[in-house]
């Protein structure tokens, strides 16, 4: 049974920083890429961050050098630490694997507002 549980989100001000972490099980978790996944109202989900199995990390371009994702493999574990946010990242955030898996969690709310 795979289970996705993520947490951290919140209410923060533009530039504020939040760090989202996601426990993952049910799945040989240290064979798979990762991802950070976001869904603004009325918009797709989209592919935000990336780690491979090893640690490789890519991003979309609006997040990149803003957002930095990494695991620990032997916790099951994937971190999304989020710094000078915007307006614009407020969206609920969700983890999965690349290319993802067919459950998904519930998510974590992520509001960027003054």
């Known amino acids: 049974q795979v289970r996705l549980v993520e947490s951290g989100g919140g209410l923060v001000q533009p530039g504020g920083s939040l760090r989202l972490s996601c426990e993952a099980s049910?799945?040989?978790?240290?064979?798979?890429?990762m991802g950070w996944y976001r869904q603004a109202p009325e918009k797709q989900r989209e592919l935000v961050a990336r780690?491979?199995?090893?640690?490789?990390?890519t991003y979309v371009d609006f997040v990149k050098g803003r957002f930095t994702i990494s695991r620990d493999n032997a916790k099951g574990t994937v971190d999304l630490q989020m710094n000078s946010l915007k307006p614009e990242d407020t969206a609920v955030y969700y983890c999965?694997?690349?290319?993802?898996?067919?459950?998904w969690g519930q998510g974590t709310q992520v509001t960027v507002s003054s």
């Open positions: 999965n694997t690349d290319t993802p898996m067919n459950s």
């Open positions: 049910g799945f040989i978790f240290r064979i798979y890429a």
């Open positions: 780690i491979s199995r090893l640690g490789t990390t």
